[in-house]
């Protein structure tokens, strides 16, 4: 079985719903010639022709736009914006539009859309090009959001939202595309949407995330258990539709709370899980919800941006201090 990075997940799993399906159609800034700014989308212009692979002009509300035109009518676009921070010249589309489909039509018309975009902070980039605000995306209904930590995740993952009526965020943790690499099957495959993944059992406390912070919440997870704490890792996957019930489940069992996410502390979607458990594991719970974030800033420049980013020492800091409630 091969080992594949996410950037070579997600192009294996766009070629096959390409080949399986005529109508998927892939667009946005030079995702054809170029292959995507992070050469996701690599030789599908060879294999898929312009009539498929379609170059736009730079314009994100455009490609969005044309997109939602294209779903709407039958086809399938999978619309590539370079960086979550341009996203946002496509909103009005997206939250007027693309999410209300369904619901202004009385279920006549869907909107078979999928958006994927790169996000999050770590690779150095300039300004726009860090972002992490998949809470204004969570907090618009009809409007999936999806989050890989890992290339086989992406690919199942993928093909799920492709597969899907309505309208998917797909969000790719641009600093984990070429990090790790682990075996990915051939041939196609599925990870249903808003099911979340428990990645490790523990006893406890529980660990919350997705993404690209999997990875430092993992590593500190493992450094704990070196010390004798046993933590259980909960990947969310969806983040809308959010499953709500693994998460009530390992809490209700290990009854300590630890949610990391590298967007802004205030209105992150880590506050929306923690009500959650508030609301209905409050009597589960033995020591008070910890939250490990960014801060509330625009991500820093490259110099400031590993303070920015949770770690596992921040991570583990917050392990020792729900432990010695």
Known sequence: MPRLNIVQAVNQGLRQEMDRNPAVIVLGEDVGL??????????????????????????ESGIVG??????????????????????????????????RIR???????????????????GIHAPEHHSESTEAMLVHTPGLKVV??????????LLISAIRDPDPVIFLEP?????????????KEYSIPLGVARRVREGEDLTLISWGAMLQPMVAAANH?????????????????????????VSVRKTGRVVIVHEAPRTGGLGGEVAAL??????????????RVTGFDTAVPLPKME?????????VLQAIHHVMEV
Do not use: W
């Open 174 to 186: 641009s600093r984990i595309y070429r990090a790790i690499k682990e075996e990915v099957p051939e």
């Open 103 to 121: 619901t202004r039509s009385r279920g006549r018309y869907h909107c078979p859309l999928v958006v994927r975009t790169p996000y999050g902070a």
């Open 147 to 156: 989050v890989p930590a890992s290339p086989y995740e992406a690919k199942g």
């Open 224 to 248: 704990a258990a070196t010390e004798g704490i046993s933590a259980e890792v909960i990947d969310l996957r969806t983040l809308s539709p959010i499953d709500s019930e693994s998460i009530l």
């Open 34 to 59: 170029d292959g995507g700014v992070f050469r996701v989308t690599e030789g599908l212009l060879a294999r898929f022709g312009e009539d498929r692979v379609i170059d736009t002009p730079l314009s």
């Open 306 to 314: 590993n303070y920015y980013l949770p770690n596992k020492e921040r």
């Open 277 to 290: 458990i508030a609301e209905r594991a409050l009597d589960y719970l033995e020591a008070p919800i910890v």
């Open 66 to 99: 044309i997109a939602i035109g294209m779903a709407a009518y039958g086809l399938v676009p999978v619309a590539e914006i370079q960086f979550m921070g341009f996203l946002y010249g496509a909103m009005e589309q997206l939250i007027s539009h693309a999410s």
